[in-house]
């Protein structure tokens, strides 16, 4: 019967974890996914096709950092971060890219 007093305790600490990586893996590519020092990386990525490199990873650092979060790929994608596809300029057109 003593066998079994550490059953509960390792079933209790296995739940823990997959609900730590259920948690981790919902929030990826949204909002708030990223930290302020992964900015910089995701952008580099974001810009590396575009021939307007400097401002590009200008404003997309801009838009990271406000947001915590840089969409997939290289263009377009800004529907998984609503935050990111709303920042406009004064004129109306998107400010982030």
Not at 7 to 35: M, Y
Not at 70 to 84: D, N, Q
Request: aromatic letters at 12%; glycine letters at 6%; proline letters at 5%.
């Amino acid at each position: 019967m003593a066998r079994l007093s550490w059953l509960p305790f390792a079933f209790f600490l296995v739940l823990i974890v997959f609900t730590f990586v259920a948690i981790q893996t919902t929030n990826a590519g949204k909002e708030g996914s990223l930290r302020l020092q992964d900015c910089p990386n995701a952008c580099n990525v974001r810009c590396s096709q575009t021939q307007y490199r400097n401002a590009c990873l200008e404003f997309c650092n801009y838009c990271c950092q406000r947001c915590l979060c840089v969409p997939s790929g290289y263009y377009g994608h800004t529907g998984e971060c609503p935050c990111y596809d709303n920042i406009m300029t004064k004129e109306g057109k998107h400010k982030c890219p």
